[in-house]
């Protein structure tokens, strides 16, 4: 099973930008997806963005759509989650998953492999 782990959370202020890292190790990634979630206090956790790992594809929740950006550094195993123009109510535990199923990617039951999260607080 594919470990995974995240960095780069913190506390920043409306407007702001952070970037959070995912190293993985433990398995091979030539398909596949790696996804980004999120999870709000009592709340759900909610898709964010996934890239497909072949093709490099991504896709995004209309939520961030535009604000965020996915990315990956093969040679690092590594996914990145670039986030921007940053709004209060992107404040949550941020997850990253990967699976080697090619689902849609946008729902949590399709990942097998999460990473322990890390905090992205904005301040208004």
């Known amino acids: 099973q594919v470990q995974l782990v995240e960095s780069g959370g913190g506390l920043v202020q409306a407007g702001g930008s952070l970037r959070l890292s995912c190293a993985a190790s433990?398995?091979?990634?030539?398909?596949?997806?790696m996804g980004w979630f999120r999870q709000a206090p009592g709340k759900e956790r909610n898709f964010v963005a996934v890239?497909?790992?072949?093709?490099?594809?991504?896709y995004y929740a209309d939520s961030v759509k535009g604000r965020f950006t996915i990315s990956r550094d093969n040679a690092k195993n590594t996914v990145y989650l670039q986030m921007n123009s940053l709004k209060p109510e992107d404040t949550a535990v941020y997850y990253c998953?990967?699976?080697?199923?090619?689902?849609?990617?946008?729902?949590?039951?399709?990942?097998?492999?999460w990473g322990q999260g890390t905090q992205v607080t904005v301040s208004s």
């Open positions: 998953a990967a699976t080697g199923a090619l689902y849609s990617g946008r729902h949590s039951w399709e990942y097998d492999s």
């Open positions: 433990g398995g091979t990634f030539s398909s596949g997806n």
């Open positions: 890239m497909r790992w072949n093709s490099g594809s991504s």
